[in-house]
């Protein structure tokens, strides 16, 4: 099986920063798209960013625009998204995903982390 797991979450105070990774077990995805998604208590899984398999193209959610950068790392199996000016309201869950479309949905993705917690406190 292939599987995505999340690093890098923990505690930081308002305006700092955090890098996300996501890694693979198994099989390379190098030639998937991959994106991160957030989910708050009470919210929706929320779109924050995502990256094309040969790393060209990217979208960001209008919340972190200017904020945060996706990137892929190494062989493009893998990726990253770099965190700054972190705000309170950025805390959440945050989920590595990975699909056969640059979507910017949950529906769009077919294969999800167990997520890594973000907390920003202000």
């Known amino acids: 099986q292939v599987q995505l797991v999340e690093s890098g979450g923990g505690l930081v105070q308002a305006g700092g920063s955090l890098r996300l990774a996501c890694a693979t077990s198994?099989?390379?995805?190098?030639?998937?798209?991959m994106g991160w998604f957030r989910q708050a208590p009470g919210k929706e899984r929320e779109f924050v960013a995502v990256?094309?398999?040969?790393?060209?193209?990217?979208y960001y959610g209008d919340s972190v625009k200017g904020r945060f950068t996706i990137s892929r790392e190494g062989a493009k199996n893998k990726m990253g998204l770099q965190m700054n000016n972190l705000r309170p309201e950025d805390t959440a869950v945050y989920y590595c995903?990975?699909?056969?479309?640059?979507?910017?949905?949950?529906?769009?993705?077919?294969?999800w982390g167990q997520g890594t917690q973000v907390y920003v406190s202000s």
């Open positions: 995903a990975a699909g056969f479309r640059t979507g910017t949905t949950a529906g769009d993705f077919d294969l």
């Open positions: 198994g099989r390379t995805l190098s030639s998937y798209s």
């Open positions: 990256i094309s398999g040969g790393g060209g193209i990217t």
